[in-house]
């Protein structure tokens, strides 16, 4: 199922899109500590940072490393992830069942076809909702923290980034059990009133069609599209779905009329499945707001959007001109629960994040309550590295100014002159020269060695774990990198 994404928009909208303008700070070569670190760290940004002596020649630009394919085990561990793991669990249990309903061998299929359909499209909603997402990474990150074993906390932040594979594999179950009720239906069809089938047609239609439109190589490459009609078509399944489950539990076969309506229906598995996914895809509605927004532009290649409230780290944003479509997800940095203002970086791409430059909003519709990204559980490690490259820092800049304990790098051309003085001053504020590397590629005359610094900074801070935001070629190389080093490390999500 993993695409690699054509279009640099959605790079922009993921936070991971590789922009270009004026340098944070020059960095200067430091003695090696007791670990022997053989990076670059950044002193401090320009205000207030000691000079570097005319005299002292810059370092000189890496050497290009040859280009080393990584070895075919790395490779199958980091496709084959929990995302694709949960998937193949959740298919499989629900074709084994969908071959013992075929068999005659399963009579609660025969009897409650409904309840398997709805019941698979309630949890592919439910992990997919914001509100449950919040109360998952809440009870994780409260409950296992720091004292449980490093590979169970590893284990607790892929199987939180990763739930995207149960919602894949119930949504296609779902659709694949409607299809055989369906075509029972049709091989039975006088037993059933011809409205019943029409509705079990046009439910099974229009679930193939959402599901088609939330496919990687759709959303990745044609956001838009994906965000129209995954969404406009899910809305209608679910009304659908609402029609079919009544029609089909109402109508008696005995006496071919609809006389079990009321009491009977309400009773039935498949309404309270369907109330339930009704629930969890309202829920996240009722959060949405048009809040006052202040767009910073300090280059025409980012805007800085500033909201009101402080918020804790690990959180991303859901931002639109429209109150019901085409919402784009950020990263949000922010000092703390208790700071006046929240962040985003969005970089210049496409036509939403044009729009931010060429026609400012004063006001935009989000979603008050946001949801966790997987930075959120940086709180189960005692010491970590975030790596990003661009706009990637927006994800990960959070992180590192409310935890003294994560180490920030990142990887730029001209930083300063195109994140402006906001996001400079964030930076300069919060996070200590002995905890920061900024690479300037332009000054630096190239990109970095990216594995010989991570391997060296991860060393030296003692990290139990790297997060990883970049765009889709060097979030495959450093997790590459990292799975053959034996670094834990978690990156960016292009399945989901």
């Given at each position: 199922?993993?695409?690699?994404?054509?279009?640099?928009?959605?790079?922009?909208?993921?936070?991971?899109?590789?922009?270009?303008?004026?340098?944070?700070?020059?960095?200067?070569?430091?003695?090696?500590?007791?670990?022997?670190?053989?990076?670059?760290?950044?002193?401090?940004?320009?205000?207030?940072?000691?000079?570097?002596?005319?005299?002292?020649?810059?370092?000189?630009?890496?050497?290009?490393?040859?280009?080393?394919?990584?070895?075919?085990?790395?490779?199958?561990?980091?496709?084959?992830?929990?995302?694709?793991?949960?998937?193949?669990?959740?298919?499989?249990?629900?074709?084994?069942?969908?071959?013992?309903?075929?068999?005659?061998?399963?009579?609660?299929?025969?009897?409650?076809?409904?309840?398997?359909?709805?019941?698979?499209?309630?949890?592919?909603?439910?992990?997919?909702?914001?509100?449950?997402?919040?109360?998952?990474?809440?009870?994780?990150?409260?409950?296992?923290?720091?004292?449980?074993?490093?590979?169970?906390?590893?284990?607790?932040?892929?199987?939180?980034?990763?739930?995207?594979?149960?919602?894949?594999?119930?949504?296609?179950?779902?659709?694949?059990?409607?299809?055989?009720?369906?075509?029972?239906?049709?091989?039975?069809?006088?037993?059933?009133?011809?409205?019943?089938?029409?509705?079990?047609?046009?439910?099974?239609?229009?679930?193939?069609?959402?599901?088609?439109?939330?496919?990687?190589?759709?959303?990745?490459?044609?956001?838009?599209?994906?965000?129209?009609?995954?969404?406009?078509?899910?809305?209608?399944?679910?009304?659908?779905?609402?029609?079919?489950?009544?029609?089909?539990?109402?109508?008696?076969?005995?006496?071919?009329?609809?006389?079990?309506?009321?009491?009977?229906?309400?009773?039935?598995?498949?309404?309270?499945?369907?109330?339930?996914?009704?629930?969890?895809?309202?829920?996240?509605?009722?959060?949405?707001?048009?809040?006052?927004?202040?767009?910073?532009?300090?280059?025409?290649?980012?805007?800085?959007?500033?909201?009101?409230?402080?918020?804790?780290?690990?959180?991303?944003?859901?931002?639109?001109?429209?109150?019901?479509?085409?919402?784009?997800?950020?990263?949000?940095?922010?000092?703390?629960?208790?700071?006046?203002?929240?962040?985003?970086?969005?970089?210049?791409?496409?036509?939403?994040?044009k729009s931010l430059v060429n026609d400012p909003p004063r006001r935009i519709w989000t979603r008050e309550l946001k949801f966790a990204g997987v930075s959120n559980t940086s709180t189960l490690y005692k010491r970590g590295i975030r790596i990003c490259t661009g706009t990637g820092l927006g994800a990960a800049l959070s992180t590192c100014i409310q935890s003294p304990y994560w180490?920030?790098?990142?990887?730029?051309?001209?930083?300063?002159?195109?994140?402006?003085?906001?996001?400079?001053?964030?930076?300069?504020?919060?996070?200590?020269?002995?905890?920061?590397?900024?690479?300037?590629?332009?000054?630096?005359?190239?990109?970095?060695?990216?594995?010989?610094?991570?391997?060296?900074?991860?060393?030296?801070?003692?990290?139990?774990?790297?997060?990883?935001?970049?765009?889709?070629?060097?979030?495959?190389?450093?997790?590459?990198?990292?799975?053959?080093?034996?670094?834990?490390?978690?990156?960016?999500?292009?399945?989901?």
């Amino acid at each position: 199922m993993s695409t690699k994404p054509a279009l640099a928009y959605n790079d922009a909208e993921k936070g991971t899109l590789d922009v270009r303008s004026p340098q944070i700070a020059d960095l200067a070569k430091s003695e090696k500590k007791a670990a022997d670190i053989d990076v670059f760290p950044v002193q401090s940004l320009k205000k207030d940072a000691p000079v570097t002596p005319s005299n002292v020649a810059p370092p000189p630009a890496p050497a290009k490393p040859a280009k080393k394919r990584a070895p075919l085990w790395v490779l199958w561990v980091i496709w084959y992830n929990s995302y694709r793991r949960f998937f193949t669990v959740v298919f499989i249990v629900n074709f084994i069942g969908i071959g013992f309903a075929i068999a005659g061998k399963w009579p609660y299929a025969a009897r409650y076809p409904g309840a398997l359909v709805v019941g698979n499209l309630n949890v592919a909603v439910l992990v997919r909702n914001e509100i449950f997402g919040r109360c998952l990474y809440l009870f994780v990150n409260t409950f296992f923290a720091k004292w449980t074993p490093l590979w169970f906390r590893l284990a607790c932040t892929s199987t939180l980034q990763h739930l995207g594979g149960i919602h894949s594999g119930c949504a296609i179950s779902g659709v694949a059990w409607i299809i055989l009720m369906v075509v029972h239906q049709f091989k039975t069809k006088y037993m059933f009133n011809d409205s019943i089938l029409a509705f079990g047609v046009v439910t099974t239609v229009t679930l193939f069609v959402t599901i088609c439109a939330g496919l990687p190589w759709v959303r990745n490459t044609h956001h838009n599209v994906f965000e129209r009609n995954h969404r406009f078509f899910g809305w209608t399944s679910l009304v659908m779905t609402w029609v079919y489950t009544i029609v089909t539990n109402a109508y008696d076969s005995a006496d071919g009329k609809f006389d079990h309506i009321g009491v009977y229906v309400i009773r039935q598995q498949a309404f309270w499945y369907t109330v339930g996914m009704s629930t969890f895809i309202v829920l996240p509605w009722i959060c949405t707001r048009h809040a006052k927004v202040d767009i910073e532009l300090p280059s025409p290649k980012v805007a800085v959007l500033r909201f009101e409230r402080g918020m804790q780290q690990g959180l991303l944003a859901r931002i639109s001109r429209s109150a019901v479509k085409e919402y784009h997800a950020f990263g949000i940095i922010s000092e703390g629960t208790h700071a006046k203002y929240h962040y985003l970086i969005c970089g210049v791409q496409g036509d939403f994040t044009k729009s931010l430059v060429n026609d400012p909003p004063r006001r935009i519709w989000t979603r008050e309550l946001k949801f966790a990204g997987v930075s959120n559980t940086s709180t189960l490690y005692k010491r970590g590295i975030r790596i990003c490259t661009g706009t990637g820092l927006g994800a990960a800049l959070s992180t590192c100014i409310q935890s003294p304990y994560w180490y920030l790098i990142w990887i730029g051309s001209d930083q300063e002159k195109t994140f402006g003085p906001t996001i400079s001053g964030l930076i300069h504020r919060h996070v200590g020269p002995e905890r920061l590397l900024l690479w300037d590629s332009k000054t630096r005359g190239g990109r970095p060695p990216t594995m010989k610094i991570l391997k060296e900074v991860y060393d030296y801070w003692q990290a139990e774990v790297v997060f990883i935001t970049s765009n889709y070629v060097g979030n495959s190389e450093i997790q590459q990198g990292c799975k053959e080093a034996g670094i834990p490390a978690f990156g960016t999500l292009w399945d989901f």
